[in-house]
């Protein structure tokens, strides 16, 4: 049984890749949105600059603070 379910499942694997390719073909496969346009992540890099607090900043963007910190480059 376990065998059939193995090669069930690679079958289901190669139909996604091909899916996917096609998806990406047609330029409808592009991944998450940026959670910031490059203007507010420019603002959000100025205040943090001027010292705003990253807690602060994350309230004021809607983002998280470990967001905060991926935008500002602490998070590579």
Do not use: H, N, W
């Not at 090669?7 to 899916?19: A, D, K, N, V």
């Not at 496969?29 to 807690?55: C, F, I, N, Q, W």
Request: glycine residues 10%.
């Amino acid at each position: 049984m376990g065998a059939f379910a193995e090669f069930e499942r690679s079958l289901i694997r190669e139909r996604q890749r091909e899916g996917i390719a096609l998806a990406k073909k047609c330029g409808l496969y592009r991944g998450r949105t940026p959670s910031l346009d490059t203007a507010r992540a420019a603002e959000l890099r100025e205040k943090a600059a001027a010292g705003v607090p990253k807690s602060v900043l994350a309230r004021q963007f809607g983002i998280s603070r470990e967001t905060v910190y991926v935008y500002l480059g602490a998070g590579d």
